[in-house]
């Protein structure tokens, strides 16, 4: 079974400009999670997508925003860039709702310049 | 709010040697709570929590109430044994995970 697939890997940006980054889960997970991880910060949640819906919003300004599709393919934009989105951001799949064993993808590296 | 407390952002041991890596939690009520793993060039992944009550590769957390803590353990270190170990806490049913911001195990041969 193919495992949680992000894409690009790695993006460079600059300040201003607007991102989308894209996550696959795996077959049949219906749960997507983002989080966004810095050295300083660590792991921290953006947001939580289930069959098409929000169910869960972290702590973040709303120029950081996402979606799910119907095929539970997630985008998350961030817009109006600034360094400080410099970071890892990765993308998590699970089962079903607020299932615990999530399976992480390796993540999209984000330079803003 | 929770939150995840992991005091060491580094600990070397040597092979062999016992390992405990710390967390604490602060959350009044009944948490859920999770080791994931992150070895080198791979992707972070559960390794167990602590409902299951089951040791992974040979480690081992009890979860302790008036400590609030969840330390995680294992007898012998193994080389193989050397990532990034992250505890998550979820109040449990509809709450996103919080993690700590990680302890890197070094295991020296």
Known sequence: ?113 | AQRVTQPEKLLSVFKGAPVELKCNYSYSGSPELFWYVQYSRQRLQLLLRHISRESIKGFTADLNKGETSFHLKKPFAQEEDSAMYYCALSRSGNTPLVFGKGTRLSVIA
């Open chain 1, 1 to 113: 079974k193919a495992g949680v697939t992000q894409t690009p890997r790695y993006l460079i940006k600059t300040r201003g400009q607007q991102v989308t980054l894209s996550c696959s889960p795996i077959s049949g997970h219906r749960s997507v999670s983002w989080y966004q991880q810095t050295p300083g910060q660590g792991l921290q949640f953006l947001f939580e997508y289930f069959s098409e819906t929000q169910r869960n919003k972290g702590n973040f300004p709303g120029r950081f925003s996402g979606r799910q599709f119907s095929n539970s393919r997630s985008e998350m934009n961030v817009s109006t860039l600034e360094l400080g989105d410099s970071a890892l951001y990765l993308c998590a799949s699970s089962k079903g709702q607020y299932s615990y064993e999530q399976y992480f993808g390796p993540g999209t590296r984000l330079t803003v310049t």
